[in-house]
C-alpha cells in the first residue's frame, strides 16, 4: 500500500506542509485515501476510532492502530517507562500520593504550558487539586483525564512568557525503532541556537525507543536534562500529532517515506 498524508492543512505551517509535499502525496479529505497506508498529520483528532473504520472501508489503514495510539494518549506507556520519567499520578490515586509538591498539572496529552504559573505548576498537593479542577473544565482536556507528575527540575536557559522554563529538551521521531530526527523541543526561545544534546540524551532516547517500538510504531519522545545532569523522558506523544519544533523537515520526511518503505517490505 501507498503511504499518504491525511492533512489537516490549518494545523500545520506552510514551510512544513511544503516539506512533506516533497515526499508524501497529501490528502485532506480522507474519502481520498484508498488502498493506503494513512498518516495522519493533525488529523486524526477527536475521531480516531471513527477515522480508522472509514479507512478500514477504503482497504486504508493508520500507521498506528486504535491500540497503539491509545497506548500513548492514555498514558498508559507510563507503566513501561515509570524508571525513566518524573514519578505521576492519575485522578484514581493521586489522593494516596503522600509526595506534598511541587507538581506539574496536564491532561494526559495536552498542557496548559503557555499559563505555567496558573494552569500547570502547582507548589503544593493542595493547589495541584485546585488547577487540576480547573483543567476539567476546559473543553480541550476534560476527556482526556489530568495527570499529577512530580516536579523534577530541568537545565533552564531562560524563563517565558507565565515563568514557563525554557529547558534543555528534545523532540525524537522514530518509527519504532528507527531514529527518523530530533531536534530542539522551544523553537521560538532565544536559547535554541545554544541547546547542546549529549550523547547520553540521545542513547536514552534510542533505549527507550526499543520499549515503546513493542507498543506504537510512529511516535515521539520528549527527552531532556535534569538540573542534576540526568536525562529523562518528559512523555510520549503520537508521531501524527505532534509538531516538528526544531527538526529538520526533510530528515523527518524523508526518514519516513525511506524507513516505511522498509518497514511495510519486512512485513
Given at each position: 500500500m501507498q503511504p499518504v498524508l491525511l492533512f489537516r492543512k490549518e494545523f500545520a505551517t506552510k514551510y512544513e506542509l511544503r516539506h512533506a509535499e516533497k515526499y508524501f502525496p497529501?490528502?485532506?479529505?480522507?474519502?481520498?485515501?484508498?488502498?493506503?497506508?494513512?498518516?495522519?498529520?493533525?488529523?486524526?483528532?477527536?475521531?480516531?476510532?471513527?477515522?480508522?473504520?472509514?479507512?478500514?472501508?477504503?482497504?486504508?489503514?493508520?500507521?498506528?492502530?486504535?491500540?497503539e495510539h491509545n497506548w500513548i494518549s492514555t498514558f498508559a506507556y507510563y507503566e513501561a517507562m515509570k524508571d525513566f520519567t518524573p514519578e505521576t499520578w492519575d485522578e484514581t490515586n493521586f489522593h494516596q500520593c503522600n509526595y506534598q509538591g511541587p507538581f506539574v498539572v496536564k491532561g494526559k496529552m495536552k498542557s496548559k504550558k503557555h499559563d505555567w504559573r496558573t494552569k500547570m505548576f502547582a507548589e503544593t498537593k493542595r493547589k495541584a487539586i485546585a488547577i487540576g479542577d480547573r483543567l476539567k473544565e476546559d473543553s480541550a482536556i476534560h476527556d482526556q483525564g489530568i495527570v499529577y507528575r512530580k516536579f523534577v527540575p530541568l537545565k533552564t536557559y531562560e524563563l517565558g512568557v507565565h515563568g514557563l522554563p525554557?529547558?534543555?529538551?528534545?523532540?525524537?521521531?522514530?518509527?519504532?525503532?528507527?531514529?527518523?530526527?530530533y531536534g530542539y523541543y522551544w523553537s521560538l526561545a532565544d536559547s535554541a541556537p545554544h541547546a547542546e544534546l549529549k550523547p547520553e540524551g540521545k542513547q536514552l532516547a534510542e533505549d527507550l525507543?526499543?520499549?515503546?517500538?513493542?507498543?506504537?510504531?510512529?511516535?515521539?519522545?520528549?527527552?531532556?536534562?535534569?538540573?542534576?545532569?540526568?536525562?529523562?523522558?518528559?512523555?510520549?506523544n503520537d508521531g501524527q500529532q505532534s509538531v516538528p519544533s526544531e527538526n529538520d523537515l526533510d530528515q523527518l520526511y524523508g526518514g519516513l517515506k525511506r524507513e516505511l518503505s522498509v518497514l511495510e517490505a519486512s512485513r
Open positions: 497529501i490528502h485532506e479529505s480522507r474519502v481520498l485515501c484508498r488502498d493506503s497506508i494513512v498518516i495522519g498529520r493533525y488529523s486524526v483528532l477527536p475521531f480516531y476510532e471513527e477515522l480508522e473504520h472509514d479507512l478500514h472501508l477504503l482497504g486504508s489503514r493508520l500507521i498506528n492502530s486504535l491500540e525554557h529547558t534543555n529538551e528534545w523532540r525524537f521521531f522514530f518509527l519504532k525503532e528507527r531514529l527518523l530526527s525507543a526499543k520499549i515503546a517500538a513493542k507498543h506504537a510504531t510512529f511516535f515521539v519522545l520528549d527527552i531532556a536534562e535534569t538540573a542534576d545532569g540526568r536525562w529523562i523522558l518528559i512523555e510520549i
